[in-house]
């Protein structure tokens, strides 16, 4: 997994307006790179959300879809990535809202390690699988609210913004998140 | 490997973000990437959006005008039917029951009988 991506810029090192402005003149390359930039962000989220690995990655194409129709919208004195993963969230949870229950595909095919040996592969592979597990026990909010601050790192006020809840729900939502993580892993063996 | 959050962390735990961001890590980037924009192909413009929009328009007006003439020709349909308050009136004016009625008949009178009392 990459370092969250400092605010604004990153890769290229064009900042995130000059590229929404170049978007909405009409150059796909700059759409490319915003895609590029934020696409694990976006993915994770929606991932967090829909267990179906293939629903969560059509969730987050369907994401720059709506950001890329909604871009004139964007408040460009605004960050924004915080602007774009309220519409990962909320296409998430739409997805998962409007779609029957069906059977979830096996997670993790195609996860990313960084070339282990094989038994700290197995056992990385198995702690991930038990994590997901893990995570999709927990409430909805709690998901969410986790990895954006855990793992993308946004404050509790940015999430409280990007899920349109109070910051004190926020940090109780993390607060519990963790606590039922580590409950619901408290049985894992190294 | 541990995996144990602290839930009394006021700071993101980097053993929570190292493990759930690797359970979560998607993979595929530019497969990904390939396939948003394909499908930003197969966007509408903003001129069929708009079209869209104002067809999703015209058909809504069009639908409560034909529903506004159903509802009048309902309406109309269900009000007391015109004879009877004709035929009274027809009645207290001329001092003629039967003249309220030939006037009032909603069928024209038949001409055989008409020409045959004139005849007779």
Redesign the interface.
């Known amino acids: 997994?990459s370092a969250p991506v400092a605010e604004g810029m990153s890769h290229g090192g064009e900042d995130d307006v000059a590229l929404v402005v170049r978007t909405l003149a009409g150059d796909?390359a700059a759409?490319?790179t915003l895609?590029?930039r934020y696409?694990?962000p976006v993915?994770?989220v929606a991932?967090?959300v829909l267990h179906d690995v293939p629903d969560a990655?059509d969730a987050?194409?369907d994401t720059?879809?709506t950001a890329?129709?909604k871009l004139d919208r964007y408040d460009q004195g605004r960050p924004f990535r915080p602007w774009l993963l309220r519409i990962a969230t909320n296409t998430a949870i739409d997805r998962r809202r409007h779609r029957a229950r069906r059977l979830t595909a096996p997670l993790g095919s195609?996860?990313?390690?960084s070339d282990p040996g094989p038994d700290v592969a197995a056992?990385?592979a198995a702690?991930?699988?038990r994590?997901?597990a893990a995570?999709h026990e927990l409430p909805e909010r709690y998901r969410i609210a986790?990895?954006l601050?855990?793992?993308e790192?946004f404050a509790h006020a940015e999430i409280a913004e990007i899920l349109g809840v109070a910051v004190g729900t926020v940090r109780s939502a993390?607060?519990?998140a963790?606590?039922h993580?580590?409950e619901l892993?408290a049985d894992?063996k190294? | 490997m541990v995996y144990s959050p602290n839930e009394f962390s006021p700071e993101p735990d980097s053993h929570v973000r190292a493990a759930l961001g690797a359970a979560l890590q998607p993979g595929d980037p530019a497969g990904f990437l390939a396939r948003v924009l394909a499908r930003v192909d197969d966007l509408p413009t903003r001129a069929e959006v708009a079209a869209r929009h104002w067809s999703r328009a015209a058909l809504a007006a069009a639908a409560a005008l034909v529903a506004g003439l159903v509802t009048g020709l309902l309406a109309g349909g269900t009000t007391p039917s015109g004879s009877s308050v004709d035929a009274d009136f027809v009645a207290s004016t001329t001092g003629s029951a039967s003249a309220a009625v030939f006037l009032t008949a909603e069928q024209p009178p038949d001409p055989r009988t008409l020409f045959t009392s004139l005849v007779e």
């Open positions: 997994m796909r759409f490319g895609v590029q696409e694990e993915r994770r991932r967090a990655d987050a194409q720059f879809l890329l129709m195609d996860v990313s390690t056992e990385r702690l991930q699988e994590l997901r995570l986790i990895v601050f855990d793992v790192g993390v607060f519990h963790r606590r993580l580590r892993l894992w190294e």
